[in-house]
């Protein structure tokens, strides 16, 4: 369950940089708008430090770690949702996408070109942001006509031509559909137009080097997360070993894209169980909330479809005792049924019959 986030933002924001530090591939990141035209994909491991605890006690042959999907997404511009700059088909990318990352411009390099020609990082988040709305007024303006036709002929449609009416006043205020307070109902229901504004979203402060551990104020609300990508990019080059000592003498506990990784991982509302034996120790991804037979489902159908038992064991009772025949002799392992709902960190075994 590897979902997508797509890196956005304003040309010349630090995305492709971004991108490469996340994925370590070399991406064109050139100094122009429009560098990138055809989304870059990486696979980025979730860094956990149970996962390596696991390891450090199981010694598998291998380690598998959780895992997101990042999408290098061309520059917007403004007219974007009218198809300024090819703006048609990098909304496109971004409607394929489960949640989005907003590169914000901090930084004040005079050698690379902010496209508006100053560094405004409140005018940027705006830009973008009256480019999505658009783009989702457009989407709701082509459907109700169909909508209403259809709730002529079968009123039970009527929910759906009164949430998409609800939504388009309130979008047209300048609001994203996803601050719009709905019920349940209606938020299944609004699902079915794939609305930009209603993705998860979280925003990255490009900071310049000195800006680094910096408070910064919020954006549109929300707690950015701050990251110099050109220090990023070139930590994420080196070695184990120089990488630490790189680390230390900046006095910093791990690299900033380690933070924005997780960060990433819980706005898709995602969370790890792992399992854990000599041939491997695994991190598996699910969704916050899920229960034992969904879990065992990630790791193969027939798990979830003959599932009989769930044999659970927390991470801080395994990381404590040191090993499962230590948990099941202090009597710490756990036996739960159907309607189990997972705890982020359980390492599980599962029993099941098809």
């Known amino acids: ?32 708008p429009f560098a990138t035209i055809e989304p870059n994909v990486g696979i980025v491991p979730v860094p956990d430090a149970r996962l390596d605890r696991l390891a450090e006690l199981v010694k598998p042959r291998r380690v598998v770690p959780a895992t997101v999907e990042f999408v290098d997404i061309a520059g917007l511009v403004k007219g974007a949702s009218v198809g300024e700059g090819l703006g048609n088909q990098f909304l496109a990318n971004i409607r ?33 942001k009256t480019e999505l709305v658009l783009a989702d007024l457009g ?43 709905m019920t349940e109902e209606e938020g299944w229901l609004v ?57 230390e003498m900046e006095g910093l506990a791990e690299p900033g894209l380690n933070a924005l990784i997780r960060e990433a991982h819980r706005l898709l509302g995602l969370q790890s169980f792992f399992t854990a034996g000599e041939q491997e ?30 044999e659970v064991i927390s991470f801080s009772d395994y990381d404590e005792l040191g090993s499962e025949s230590a948990v099941k002799a202090a009597g710490r392992l756990r036996v739960e049924g159907k309607e189990y709902v997972m705890a982020d960190g359980d390492v599980v075994h599962f029993r099941f019959n098809v």
């Open 139 to 181: 989407t709701l303006e082509r459907a109700l006509p169909r909508l209403e036709k259809d709730a002529k002929r079968d009123p039970r449609l009527g929910k759906s031509v009164d949430i998409a009416r609800r939504l388009y006043a309130w979008m047209e205020q300048g609001h994203r559909a996803r601050t719009m307070e």
């Open 191 to 247: 699902r079915d137009w794939h609305l930009l504004t209603m993705k998860p979203m979280l925003y990255v402060a490009n900071v310049d080097e000195r800006e680094i551990g910096a408070a910064l104020p919020d954006i549109d609300g929300m707690a950015p997360v701050p990251i110099c990508a050109k220090i990023e990019s070139e930590m994420a080059v080196l070695e184990p070993g120089e990488l630490a000592e790189y680390l």
């Open 281 to 310: 120790v695994r991190a598996w991804t699910v969704r916050a909330g899920a229960r034992a037979p969904e879990a065992a489902g990630v790791i193969h159908t027939d798990f979830e479809r003959g599932f009989i038992k769930a």
């Open 96 to 128: 394929e996408t489960d949640a989005i990352a907003e590169v914000v411009r901090f930084f004040g390099d005079p050698n690379v070109v902010h496209v508006d020609g100053r560094v405004d990082p409140e005018s940027d988040v705006e830009t973008i």
């Open 1 to 32: 369950m590897a979902l997508s986030i797509g890196i956005v933002g304003l040309p010349n924001v630090g995305k492709s940089t971004l991108f490469t530090a996340l994925t370590r591939r070399q991406v064109d990141a050139a100094n122009y």
